[in-house]
T-cell receptor, first 114, second 117 residues
Framework: DAKTTQPPSMDCAEGRAANLPCNHS???????VYWYRQIHSQGPQYIIH???NNETNEMASLIITEDRKSSTLILPHATLRDTAVYYC???????????????FGKGTKLSVIP | EAGVAQSPRYKIIEKRQSVAFWCNPI?????LYWYQQILGQGPKLLIQ????????DSQLPKDRFSAERLKGVDSTLKIQPAKLEDSAVYLC???????????????FGPGTRLTVL
């Protein structure tokens, strides 16, 4: 699976959009980009995933560049409850036995400031 | 829908002692995962079950760690004997395990925080 690079930390003012970048320059054509987040003292929580088209759900938007070498997770109106570590993971969608495994890096610690 | 349940939430033991963690996945989820998360790092997969069979245990330190999933539902992770470096949060996750789908979301439990003194 392709490796990802994320900034270790970011701050965002409450109510503003939080834009979390992720570089995955070695991504392959069949690899998806997944985002999870982990709020303090909780297990990780799935946010969104995509292949090449931009995706949006009730939690966030995922913007993937045309060359797919980087992506941005957007939280449109950050709240204090969005303070968490955000993980960007790149992997194939399905690979038989052992599929759907997630390899977590250190992620980006997002602090939403009042 | 009930989430993934884990117990205990906290455990403190001395090195060389044994410890066991329990996980009850979401009903109907065929795939179950155990992760180890050391402070400041992302979770690391230890073992993956599909129903009651092991799919991948390549990162499980088998000299001291063991896991089982009887009847394809609940699972237990055991450490015997524990070392100082085993201090971590142990997370259990489950997913539908539906083959061929574009993605099977993993649902995580709250974890068990283990401190080895």
């Amino acid at each position: 699976d392709a490796k990802t690079t994320q900034p270790p930390s970011m701050d965002c003012a409450e109510g503003r959009a939080a834009n979390l970048p992720c570089n995955h320059s070695t991504i392959s054509g069949n690899e998806y980009v997944y985002w999870y987040r982990q709020i303090h003292s909780q297990g990780p929580q799935y946010i969104i995933h995509g292949l090449k088209n931009n995706e949006t759900n009730e939690m966030a938007s995922l913007i993937i560049t045309e060359d797919r070498k980087s992506s941005t997770l957007i939280l449109p109106h950050a709240t204090l409850r969005d303070t968490a570590v955000y993980y960007c993971i790149v992997r194939v969608a399905y690979s038989g036995a052992g599929s759907y495994q997630l390899t977590f890096g250190k992620g980006t610690k997002l602090s939403v400031i009042p | 829908e009930a989430g993934v349940a884990q117990s205990p939430r906290y455990k403190i033991i001395e090195k060389r002692q044994s410890v066991a963690f329990w996980c009850n996945p979401i009903s109907g989820h065929a795939t179950l995962y155990w992760y180890q998360q050391i402070l400041g790092q992302g979770p690391k997969l230890l073992i993956q079950f599909q129903n009651n069979g092991v799919v991948d245990d390549s990162q499980l330190p088998k000299d001291r760690f063991s896991a089982e999933r009887l009847k394809g539902v609940d699972s237990t992770l055991k450490i015997q004997p524990a070392k100082l470096e085993d201090s971590a949060v142990y997370l259990c996750a489950s997913s539908l395990g539906r083959g061929g789908a574009s993605y099977n979301e993993q649902f995580f439990g709250p974890g068990t925080r283990l401190t080895v003194l």
